[in-house]
């Protein structure tokens, strides 16, 4: 697979309400796999998604192949998000009107590594700069080392984050509840943020 053989663009208006449901149902199969083990549901991802069709201030990227949603990258200015991710910011001290929260980016497995996940990340902090933000956060789920769902091989995108730019914030954990695969209510998770400036 070949980079060039990929449409990545950012969806609007029309464009953006006809593809929520692909992006809906691209999000509940890619978060299904460790380490988020999301059991989502299609009601619950219409209702999540409206809010980048309603907010202005959103961003919704989409990688197509031959037409096919394959990817997808979701931005938001942080007060905009859930409250559960921006109050570690404001414990801190740190000015949410200033950061882009990069809410996800996801990838069908026979597309990544080609680097969509480059182009992911350029297209967001286009995007931030252009809404005068001056920092990128994003964050992501801390299962503990000996979960039984952990695979015996796995490579988390710890390095390709950093070598972008961004860093662990410490202390900066956002908690929020989904269900797991196999678990019949919902339980709360820790999600670690990292962040970039983009001075």
């Known amino acids: 697979m070949n980079i060039d053989e990929i449409d990545v663009r950012a969806l609007r208006g029309a464009e953006l309400e006809a593809a929520l449901d692909a992006v809906a149902e691209l999000r509940i199969t890619v978060f299904r796999d460790w380490p988020y083990l999301y059991d989502g549901t299609l009601d619950y991802e219409r209702q999540y998604l409206a809010t980048y069709r309603d907010n ?27 409250p559960e991710f921006s109050a570690p910011f404001r414990e801190m001290g740190i000015p949410t009107d200033k950061i ?15 680097g969509l996940g480059h182009r992911f990340i350029d ?3 286009a995007h931030a700069r252009a809404l005068g933000r001056t ?13 039984p769902a952990r695979p015996a091989v796995y490579r988390s995108n ?18 929020f509840s989904w269900k797991d695969l196999g678990d019949t209510e919902e339980t ?3 999600l670690q943020f990292w962040m970039r400036s983009l001075d």
């Open 123 to 125: 297209l967001r902090e």
């Open 188 to 190: 709360e998770k820790p």
């Open 100 to 114: 882009l929260y990069g809410a996800e980016s996801v990838l069908l497995r026979p597309y990544r590594g080609i």
């Open 56 to 82: 202005p201030g959103a961003l919704l990227v989409g990688a197509f192949h031959e037409g096919r949603l394959v990817g997808a990258s979701t931005s938001t200015p942080m007060e905009d998000h859930a």
């Open 158 to 175: 710890d390095a390709f984050w950093r070598g972008r730019g961004y860093e662990q914030l410490p202390g900066v954990v956002a908690r």
């Open 135 to 147: 920092h990128v956060a994003f964050c992501s789920v801390i299962r503990p080392d000996d979960h």
